[in-house]
């Protein structure tokens, strides 16, 4: 059984957010979910009233950990690289994004993330453990949290929401090998 924290990008935990079902990750990885500072930061810039709740109760929650990279902080370097000065080959990545995977490699955790397309590189040379919206959904089906058909509506309501999350329906995404990096 895996004991990693898991460190949320935005993408990946607002695709929570946005169905109203954030409790999903903390039921899953209770006392594991970490969210660092900055992607609460990008969360909070959204205006929705509702939204702005599901991120308060989300956060109250005793299971959650909210985490900084401050100066002192050995994943502030690598923060730097991924969002400033990136080496050959590498592209540079958005804050919340930097965020999790810094915090991931000195804590030895697991990257929360949809955005492969920008951070594989990172994940492959850092060789952190990933999972996506679409897998964490399975886990919660697998697990009895949700029925097929609820992964199904959940799955509707992000991609109107704007996450293109790899697949038309949780029914399609089953039928994919889950490793994004695949």
Same mark, same amino acid.
């Given at each position: 059984?895996?004991?990693?924290?898991?460190?949320?990008?935005?993408?990946?935990?607002?695709?929570?957010?946005?169905?109203?079902?954030?409790?999903?990750?903390t039921q899953l990885y209770p006392n594991r979910v970490v969210i660092p500072q900055l992607v609460?930061?990008?969360?909070?810039? =959204? /205006?929705?009233?509702? @939204?702005? $709740?599901?991120? &308060?109760?989300?956060?109250?929650?005793?299971?959650?950990?909210?985490?900084?990279?401050?100066?002192?902080?050995?994943?502030?370097?690598?923060?730097?690289?991924?969002?400033?000065?990136?080496?050959?080959?590498?592209?540079?990545?958005?804050?919340?994004?930097?965020?999790?995977?810094?915090?991931?490699?000195?804590?030895?955790?697991? =990257? /929360?993330?949809?955005? @492969?397309? $920008?951070?594989? &590189?990172?994940i492959r040379d850092f060789g952190l453990k990933c999972k996506t919206t679409g897998s964490i959904?399975?886990?919660?089906?697998?697990?009895?949290?949700?029925?097929?058909?609820?992964?199904?509506?959940?799955?509707?309501d992000m991609l109107t929401a704007g996450r293109w999350i790899g697949a038309r329906s949780f029914?399609?995404?089953?039928?994919?090998?889950?490793?994004?990096?695949?």
């Open positions: 059984m895996l004991t990693e924290p898991l460190f949320f990008d935005t993408d990946c935990l607002s695709a929570f957010l946005w169905t109203d079902r954030g409790s999903i990750v609460l930061d990008e969360l909070s810039r =959204v /205006a929705t009233p509702a @939204f702005q $709740d599901r991120i &308060a109760e989300l956060t109250a929650s005793s299971d959650v950990e909210i985490r900084d990279i401050d100066l002192a902080s050995p994943a502030l370097p690598l923060y730097l690289e991924m969002t400033n000065r990136p080496r050959p080959g590498f592209k540079m990545v958005g804050r919340g994004e930097a965020a999790a995977m810094a915090l991931a490699v000195v804590n030895r955790g697991i =990257v /929360a993330s949809n955005n @492969f397309r $920008d951070t594989a &590189a990172y959904l399975v886990e919660a089906y697998e697990n009895g949290l949700i029925s097929e058909r609820e992964a199904n509506a959940m799955w509707a029914t399609e995404f089953l039928g994919k090998p889950i490793d994004p990096l695949a």
